[in-house]
């Protein structure tokens, strides 16, 4: 048997495919093309409506050695150790910490930084009266708008608070700024006699040895006074 080749004689698919047979499909498909654009213009204009614009009220706070930042108990420790990247990090955690955030939101009240939270009772028949609740909803919501962050190596903390309300974006970061303050000069306080009782200890026990010393000193060599 023998065997013959048939050439094929279909044109490349490229070469086929003309502008008229675009504008021929467009033609016969030209309501489903209608639809799909007014679908997509219609979704993103909805989109547009219901993402509302955050605003972002920024603040620079910068953590210093002595009076202004770290008590000056730990400037001496800070200068040896370099614990300035760490008091820093320290600085960020009291920003974000649940006690400042609360105590921030009282200061402003939680239906101010979030109207939505009024809300109703059961049935929509009561107002919501459970301020505790609130609260708590206004903590979680106030986190997922704060950002703090910091540059390695640097002592600047940016703290960053997003609102669509721009008058309510400085308000709850002012309210935040204050209460991180009073939080942290609470607990550097605390911290303080701690730090010179601890250094208290350490001197005596240092005055002790040496006294020890001296006392064996004298009653090895024999001498009455050491000057």
């Not at 004689?9 to 003309?18: D, M």
């Not at 997509?40 to 955050?54: D, E, N, T």
């Not at 609102?163 to 939080?183: F, H, K, Q, T």
Request: aromatic share 6%; with cysteine; proline share 6%.
């Amino acid at each position: 048997m023998n065997s013959q080749s048939i050439p094929l004689e279909h044109p490349s698919l490229l070469g086929s495919f003309t502008i008229r047979d675009v504008l021929v499909h467009v033609f016969y498909h030209a309501r489903l093309i209608r639809n799909c654009l007014l679908a997509g213009a219609l979704l993103g204009l909805l989109g547009a409506v219901a993402a509302r614009p955050q605003h972002t009220a920024d603040s620079l706070l910068m953590i210093l050695n002595g009076p202004g930042g770290v008590p000056e108990e730990l400037s001496a420790a800070s200068a040896v150790l370099g614990a300035v990247p760490r008091a820093v990090q320290s600085d960020m955690e009291i920003v974000q910490s649940e006690p400042v955030i609360r105590d921030a939101i009282v200061r402003v009240g939680p239906t101010r930084l979030f109207p939505d939270l009024k809300g109703r009772g059961p049935f929509g028949l009561f107002p919501r009266h459970d301020k505790e609740a609130m609260v708590t909803a206004a903590i979680d919501r106030f986190r997922q708008k704060l950002k703090v962050t910091t540059e390695p190596g640097s002592n600047l903390i940016k703290v960053s608070y997003a609102s669509p309300d721009r008058a309510m974006s400085v308000v709850g970061l002012n309210a935040l700024i204050d209460a991180y303050a009073e939080r942290r000069k609470s607990i550097y306080a605390g911290a303080a006699p701690k730090l010179q009782e601890q250094e208290v200890r350490r001197y005596a026990a240092l005055l002790s040895d040496l006294d020890r010393r001296i006392k064996n000193a004298q009653s090895r060599y024999d001498v009455l006074n050491i000057a």
